[in-house]
């Protein structure tokens, strides 16, 4: 029995409608949590690895400017013999746009040393990089790796991710996705005091 009723007829295709969502917001939530789960998996393997050099660049008040990623992990000499955090991140990633604005925040509150965080940028030009830091400043020294020399040494799978590193330069802990990044990070690095 065919119901002949115009308003029945959109409440079987609002209740299709409804579970076609239903089963597309489970697989993508099923996606997510492989990748998350795929991310932490190959980020274990990584932890203890040794930095090795790689030359990237950092934005300059005109072009970029080449900067050295010593074995130690110090940045052209910045954060020698002291921990480290690197976070890899991309102007069109939302969460990292969350993480940076934390991080804004904890440096603002004397919570966080800048000088011993480096966000690295995958964007892949240098406009789209200029463009994000126009609308939203940050303090933390940005690397620019266009052609992921770095991100690929530490075998980035998703944005963002930090690599903790100690003051030999190896990575200690390695994160993707997830919450609480931010204090992560402000525990590792914390302000040295005078």
Known sequence: ??????????????????????????????????TLFSAARNNAKLEGMQ?????????????????KVESDASVDGRGT???????????????CHSLLDS??????????DSERVFAVS???TEAALRAHLQRAPTSVPVLFDPKLDLARQVQ???TPTVALVDSS??????STGGFGLAGRIAEHVKPQSP
């Not at 013999?81 to 969460?95: D, E, K, V």
């Not at 991080?103 to 919570?111: C, F, N, Q």
């Open 169 to 174: 330069g190896k990575i200690i802990r390695l």
């Open 156 to 158: 980035v799978s998703g």
């Open 103 to 112: 991080l804004e925040s904890k440096i603002k509150a004397g919570e966080l």
């Open 1 to 34: 029995m065919k119901p002949t009723d115009p308003r029945m007829k959109m409440a079987i295709w609002f209740r299709r409608l409804s579970n076609i969502g239903f089963v597309i917001a489970l697989a993508y939530g099923g996606f997510m949590a492989w």
């Open 81 to 95: 013999g002291t921990a480290r955090a690197f976070i890899f991140w991309a102007s069109w990633c939302g969460p």
């Open 51 to 67: 930095f090795k050099t790689v030359e990237i660049s950092r934005l300059g008040e005109v072009g970029v400017l080449p900067v």
């Open 122 to 124: 995958m964007d892949e």
